[in-house]
């Protein structure tokens, strides 16, 4: 079974710039998560997708943003990137009706550098 | 709030040895999680135990949990170069949200 694929690996930005980040959930996931992990800040929350729709937002401005397609795939969003928006970028997945525990399967992530 | 704050954040051991690194929480929980992430990669979970339980094994991991003190503790016994690793306890609140701490960097000496 193929796990939760990101792409790009590497994306190198400047600031006021946009960045589009993809996420493949594992087959037969329907919810993808969305975390910064920025050095120093541990894994920041940003987005719950669930079904295509928005379901939850950690405290992030409103440049971060994102959907999800009719085959559960993702992309995230930032818009007029600052210095500050690097960091790797996660993507994990549920299946929201399997499992109760919400245990997420992660991607191995986007390394976004803004210069 | 950042939920979920390991205790030490950085460890370094002898093959062989054990590894003891601990969580602290805020609020109620669902469950808790620990997860493991190798150089700046993706987070591969490791245990979850829930609310209701004490203590968890998996292989060479023994995980505790003490709701009364909102602390958990994850144990690596025996340990080997591979576990070297950054690893992070997660708390799930019920709002279908993970909250993770700042991580433990553990480096296992061969």
């Known amino acids: 079974e193929a796990g939760v694929t990101q792409s790009p690996t590497h994306l190198i930005k400047t600031r006021g710039q946009q960045a589009t980040l993809r996420c493949s959930p594992i087959s037969g996931h329907t919810s993808v998560y969305w975390y910064q992990q920025a050095l120093g800040l541990g894994l920041q929350f940003l987005l719950w997708?669930?079904?295509?729709?928005?379901?939850n937002r950690g405290n992030f401005p409103p440049r971060f943003s994102g959907r999800q397609f009719p085959n559960y795939s993702s992309e995230l969003n930032v818009n007029a990137l600052e210095l500050e928006d690097s960091a790797l970028y996660l993507c994990a997945s549920r299946w929201t009706y399997q499992s109760s525990y919400n245990e997420q399967f992660f991607g191995p992530g986007t390394r976004l550098t803004v210069l | 709030s950042q939920q979920g704050e390991e205790d030490p954040q950085a460890l370094s051991i002898q093959e062989g040895e054990n590894a003891t690194m601990n969580c602290s929480y805020k609020t109620s929980i669902n469950n808790l999680q620990w997860y493991r992430q190798n150089s700046g990669r993706g987070l591969v979970h490791l245990i979850l135990?829930?609310?209701?339980?004490r203590e968890k094994h998996s292989g060479r991991l023994r995980v505790t949990l003490d709701t009364s003190k909102k602390s958990s503790s994850l144990l690596i016994t025996a340990s080997r170069a591979a576990d070297t690793a950054s690893y992070f306890c997660?708390?799930?609140?019920?709002?279908?949200?993970?909250?993770f701490g700042k991580g433990n960097q553990v480096v296992v000496i061969p």
């Open positions: 997660a708390t799930d609140q019920g709002n279908n949200r993970l909250a």
């Open positions: 997708y669930d079904e295509g729709e928005e379901r």
């Open positions: 135990i829930r609310s209701n339980e």
